[in-house]
């Protein structure tokens, strides 16, 4: 609102000015009329002309006020400017012939009235004033001197007056023309920072970092859209005392203000909210309000385990070489062992131990090195209806499946998507591999099932099996780096299928299956997912 006002104000200002310049014609003509109406007509002496004398002061003093009036409106701004200054120029000639006693004060009046003017007007409009004023000066004159028989005043006088009517329009003009560029500046300045005003506001209002702004009396102030989101508020979390709010936020302000040292552990300041670090500082020096940012710990928590995905990713690479050469000899040489016709049925079935580490070993040196290959997606429009069926087949064949089942349940129309078919092969790969092996009751063969269904423009693909499914606490961590219930697990498949599905615009997400079972289920676009609806 005072960004509003200041350009409010700034673009009254020709109406004042319009206004103003009224004001002093009216003045103007209301001195000529006391000099004809009012006991001071006797000191100047007598008028030339009285009628004429009480014409021109009763008729200026009317258009004067007409011109005040007709100045509110600045849609003829130019034309009242020019029209009145042509005005004056007229009455105070008609003034100065009628009033030969006081024509040298009239004539000094006019000079505020051909100076105003050309402040308001362009150049030549204000030029053309000047010149105007100059030659009702010089006309009087010539009349007065014909009339009269002999000069009313000298030449010099007259000389002085036209040349100081010229000057002043020149004058005029580039005061106004130094006014208009400054309001112009001030314009521009004024819309840039009422610009800055609104960006610093969408800044504040959209950080993930929670701000609040509270008073000595701890009332919250102002609240940004993360802080009343933490706080369980909603919009109105403004205006409320932070003691009811965040009791223990609270504590730690005080302990805070009171120059204690304060608890730094994450806290939590609504059951169903993320844990919180708070950190306060003082909004200006001489101020009681406080500046309390709450940031999300989670978000913390995630650039660390980036970090350090990243970091263990590159020490994998490096380590890549030194441990697969040594792995696929023992493999090789377990290999070369189990042909051998010396050995004895116990030693073979040390040898398929080792066999069976090794392939373990690998796979695990496999999902490391997923972390580090973060390939670029290059997405494809495929059918997802064909590229499942196939799936289904290829796996079968390079797996042996004897009891266990896989199967494919896609509808009769093609199913498009927008997706790299090497990311949709590995990620389809890992959720098949934990659904045969995690899901399955005991004593059962795992049935899974691969289902394709479209949804408005997105296309989905369904991982489901009739297991044990998953338990409430386990499932928030299904898809955290590290984390596994199996002790032979790398706890990295899912998440690596997660990244998988971020490279190519598409979510991956566990939807629990009520009759038993899980279902993980990938969304991925359409080929017009871009469109609007």
Not at 88 to 109: E, Q, R, Y
Not at 156 to 178: D, H, K, P
Not at 448 to 457: E, K
Request: glycine share 6%; aromatic share 6%; with cysteine.
């Amino acid at each position: 609102m005072p960004n509003a006002s200041l350009i409010d104000r700034i673009e009254s200002i020709p109406r004042r000015e319009l206004y103003f310049f009224g004001l002093y014609r009216t003045l103007e003509a209301g001195i000529i009329a006391a000099l004809v109406f009012s006991p001071m007509a006797e000191l100047i002496g007598a008028p030339r002309n009285p009628g004429l004398a009480s014409t021109v002061a009763v008729a200026y003093l009317v258009v004067a006020v007409v011109l005040l009036v007709l100045g509110r409106n600045e849609r003829w701004f130019a034309q009242l400017v020019f029209g009145g200054a042509c005005i004056d120029i007229l009455a105070a000639s008609l003034a100065t012939h009628a009033l030969p006693t006081v024509a040298a004060g009239i004539a000094m009046m006019l000079l505020f009235n051909v100076a105003a003017a050309s402040m308001l007007l362009p150049l030549r409009q204000g030029l053309v004033v000047a010149l105007l004023a100059s030659a009702a000066l010089v006309g009087e004159y010539i009349l007065s001197s014909l009339a009269d028989g002999g000069a009313p005043r000298t030449l010099a006088e007259l000389s002085m007056f036209v040349t100081s009517y010229l000057a002043l329009a020149w004058l005029g003009y580039r005061i106004g023309q130094r006014a208009r560029s400054s309001q112009q500046l001030a314009e521009k300045r004024t819309a840039e920072v009422a610009n800055l005003v609104e960006i610093n506001e969408l800044v504040i209002r959209r950080m993930r970092t929670g701000v609040l702004v509270v008073d000595a009396d701890n009332r919250i102030t102002l609240a940004n859209e993360a802080a009343a989101l933490l706080l369980g508020e909603g919009s109105q979390a403004a205006s409320m005392d932070l003691n009811q709010i965040a009791p223990e936020l609270a504590r730690r302000l005080q302990r805070w203000r009171n120059g204690w040292q304060v608890d730094e552990t994450p806290m939590q300041l609504q059951p169903d909210q993320p844990e919180v670090q708070p950190r306060f500082a003082r909004l200006l020096a001489d101020s009681d309000l406080t500046l309390v940012f709450l940031d999300d710990t989670t978000v913390v928590s995630r650039r660390a385990e980036s970090l350090t995905l990243a970091a263990l990713g590159r020490f994998s690479a490096s380590l890549a070489h030194e441990i697969r050469n040594p792995l696929a000899a023992i493999n090789y040489a377990a290999q070369l062992l189990e042909e051998s016709r010396n050995i004895d049925e116990a030693d073979r079935r040390l040898l398929q131990i080792i066999h069976q580490q090794c392939q373990r070993t690998n796979g695990i040196v496999e999902s490391v090195l997923g972390l580090a290959r973060r390939e670029r997606a290059n997405p494809e429009n495929l059918d997802l209806c064909a590229f499942v069926r196939r799936f289904v087949d290829d796996y079968r064949l390079t797996l042996s499946i004897e009891t266990d089942s896989l199967e494919a349940v896609v509808p009769a129309q093609p199913v498009p998507a927008m997706v790299d078919p090497r990311h949709l092969q590995q990620l389809l790969t890992a959720l098949v591999h934990n659904a045969l092996k995690y899901g399955r009751l005991m004593d059962e063969p795992a049935r899974v099932r691969l289902r394709v269904f479209q949804d408005g423009r997105n296309a989905f693909v369904d991982v489901l099996d009739r297991g044990p499914g998953i338990a409430e606490g386990v499932a928030a961590q299904l898809f955290r780096p590290f984390f596994t219930t199996s002790e032979h697990g790398t706890g990295l498949g899912l998440y690596i299928a997660r990244e998988l599905c971020r490279a190519n615009q598409a979510t991956l997400e566990y939807v629990p299956v009520p009759g038993g079972g899980a279902c993980f289920r990938v969304a991925m676009q359409g080929p017009n997912a871009i469109l609007p609806p």
